[in-house]
């Protein structure tokens, strides 16, 4: 059933992201090669290890109420937290919502202003229900993985920022 997986890390090794490879060949499917693609988003689903270890197993991708065009992604279709729900209940817990991915029309991208504050506002609302845990924030490139801008977020104002580890 494990299809092999990618490792992201930390310069000082502290965390670890591992993504499957069938979740990084759905996501690669929403790059912004061509000009007429739009800003993609969705949630990230997986498995928590310790404090400082995280495992992405699925992904969800745009719904139909999500808004989606050449540089803005919101994701409001409630199919998303869905998603979430259907995979905690089948997994008795272990399969959680970890955090967000959105595609940016950048062969190196980085957060535009409004996606520091949508995360922090999102932290805000998540608060109670993650109790504290960090966001994992994945931004795609119009390239490959190793120009995606892969973070853990602790809320507050501290990004560490991860890359892939080479193969
Ligand atoms: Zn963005």
């Known amino acids: 059933m494990d299809s092999g997986y ?8 502290i965390f ?3 993504i499957n490879l069938d ?12 000009g007429f693609m739009p800003e993609s988003g969705g949630v990230l689903i997986g498995e928590v290890y310790g404090n ?13 109420n999500d808004i989606s065009d050449r540089y803005r992604f919101v994701r409001q279709d409630p199919a998303h937290q869905k998603v979430v729900q259907n995979w905690h209940q089948k997994s008795n817990g272990t399969m ?5 991915w959105h595609s940016h029309p950048e062969k190196k991208p980085s957060p535009s202003l409004i996606d520091l504050c949508s995360w922090k506002k999102l932290s805000l609302n998540m608060k109670s229900q993650m109790g504290g845990q960090p966001f994992l924030l994945i931004i795609l ?3 490959d993985l190793k120009k995606d801008w892969v973070a853990i977020y602790d809320g507050k104002n501290n990004y560490t920022k991860l890359e892939v580890d080479l193969i």
Do not use: A
Request: hydrophobic share 35%.
């Open 141 to 143: 490139s119009m390239i």
């Open 52 to 64: 400082n270890g995280f495992w992405i197993k699925d992904v969800t991708s745009p719904f139909k």
């Open 96 to 100: 959680q919502y970890l955090g967000e």
């Open 16 to 18: 670890y992201i591992r």
């Open 23 to 34: 979740v990084l060949s759905k996501l690669h499917s929403f790059r912004q090669i061509e």
């Open 6 to 13: 990618v490792t992201f890390s930390d310069k000082k090794g």
